[in-house]
Nanobody
Framework: QVQLVESGGGLVQTGASLRLSCVAS????????MGWFRQAPGKEREFVAF????????YYSESVSGRFTISRDNAKSTVYLQMSSVKPEDTAAYYC???????????????WGQGTQVTVSS
């Protein structure tokens, strides 16, 4: 199992930028595809982005493409989500997760962090 701890959430205004971080406990961090998901109250968990094991491939949901950037630093066992031009509809708890292969489905991710709340005010 991989332990994941997110940080960086908070209250921001529309149009602001925010960077989320997720630190993994596993020495084999570089062997995992890492993803970010989010969940707003009363809604299902939604895929946001994933990044390949060595960081050379990324994929985004249509709702965040062009505004969010996922990256990773394998030396620090950390994955990031740079959020720009945020909107009120980005308000959610954001979770990082680890998987063995590329996927946009939450069920394919075997380890999850506890989440960090992002609230965007209008």
């Amino acid at each position: 199992q991989v332990q994941l701890v997110e940080s960086g959430g908070g209250l921001v205004q529309t149009g602001a930028s925010l960077r989320l971080s997720c630190v993994a406990s596993a020495r084999a961090f570089h062997n995992y595809v890492m993803g970010w998901f989010r969940q707003a109250p009363g809604k299902e968990r939604e895929f946001v982005a994933f990044i390949s094991m060595n960081g050379d491939s990324t994929y985004y949901s249509e709702s965040v493409s062009g505004r969010f950037t996922i990256s990773r630093d394998n030396a620090k066992s950390t994955v990031y989500l740079q959020m720009s031009s945020v909107k009120p509809e980005d308000t959610a708890a954001y979770y990082c997760a680890a998987a063995a292969h590329y996927s946009t489905r939450a069920v394919d991710y075997f380890s999850w962090g506890q989440g960090t709340q992002v609230t965007v005010s209008s």
